[in-house]
T-cell receptor, first 114, second 109 residues
C-alpha cells in the first residue's frame, strides 16, 4: 500500500481479554517500530524490528505484551489479559532503515479497556 | 529526564497569526523530525531536517545543531492547522525515536 496501515482503528476490550493489533508497513521497509501513546503524552517506544528480527523490546511494559513480525513484513502486537492502564493509542511506524531515516506512521489503534 | 522538550504545551491562536513551536533536545542527532498528529491519532511527517531551514507551504522548520534547538513556524495560521505538533529525534539502539510530549495547537476562526 501507499502508507502504513493499522487495524483495527478502534478496539474496546473487557479487562482480562486478549487483543491483537496489526500493522502493515510500507513495502520494502526494513525497520518497524511500535509505540504506545497515553492521552496527552508523546509516543513511548515499545519495540523495534529489523526485518523479522526483534532487535529491541526494552519498551514493552510487561510480559503481557508480545510483538512479532514473522516474515519481515506485517507485524502483530499482542496484549494478553488487558488492564485498564493498557488503554492508549498504539502507533506503528516503518522506515527504510539507517539511523535517523524518515519514519512513516500509521493512523494508530485506539485501545480502550473497560 | 526527557531527551526532547517542547514548548509551549498548549497554544491558542487567532486565524492569521504567526505561530512558533520550540523544541530542545539533549542527545546528539543526525536529523530531527517534526510530526503532526490529528485528533484521530494518525501522525503525518512534516519535516526531517539536519541543518538550516526547510519550508513547505506555510510551514517553516529551522534547526540549530550547536544549540540543540529547533523551531516550527506556521505563517497565516488557519483552523485546519489545529493539531498536535510533535518533535522527534532518533536515539537509543535500533533507530528508535525520542518524542516530545507535543504542542496542542488550536486556531480559532
Amino acid at each position: 500500500g501507499a502508507g502504513v496501515s493499522q487495524s483495527p482503528r478502534y478496539k474496546v476490550a473487557k479487562r482480562g481479554q486478549d487483543v491483537a493489533l496489526r500493522c502493515d508497513p510500507i513495502s520494502g521497509h526494513v525497520s518497524l517500530f511500535w509505540y504506545q501513546q497515553a492521552l496527552g503524552q508523546g509516543p513511548e517506544f515499545l519495540t523495534y524490528f529489523q526485518n523479522e528480527a526483534q532487535l529491541d523490546k526494552s519498551g514493552l511494559p510487561s510480559d503481557r505484551f508480545f510483538a512479532e513480525r514473522p516474515e519481515g513484513s506485517v507485524s502483530t502486537l499482542k496484549i494478553q489479559r488487558t488492564q485498564q492502564e493498557d488503554s492508549a493509542v498504539y502507533l506503528c511506524a516503518s522506515s527504510l532503515g539507517g539511523r535517523g531515516s524518515q519514519a512513516f506512521f500509521g493512523q494508530g489503534t485506539r485501545l480502550t479497556v473497560v | 529526564k526527557n531527551e526532547v522538550e517542547q514548548s509551549p504545551q498548549n497554544l491558542t491562536a487567532q486565524e492569521g497569526e504567526f505561530i512558533t513551536i520550540n523544541c530542545s533536545y539533549s542527545v546528539g542527532i543526525s536529523a530531527l523530525h517534526w510530526l503532526q498528529q490529528h485528533p484521530g491519532g494518525g501522525i503525518v511527517s512534516l519535516f526531517m531536517l539536519s541543518s538550516g531551514k526547510k519550508k513547505h507551504g506555510r510551514l517553516i522548520a529551522t534547526i540549530n545543531i550547536q544549540e540543540k534547538h529547533s523551531s516550527l513556524h506556521i505563517t497565516a495560521s488557519h483552523p485546519r492547522d489545529s493539531a498536535v505538533y510533535i518533535c522527534a529525534v532518533p536515539g537509543g539502539t535500533g533507530n528508535q525515536f525520542y518524542f516530545g510530549t507535543g504542542t496542542s495547537l488550536t486556531v480559532i476562526p
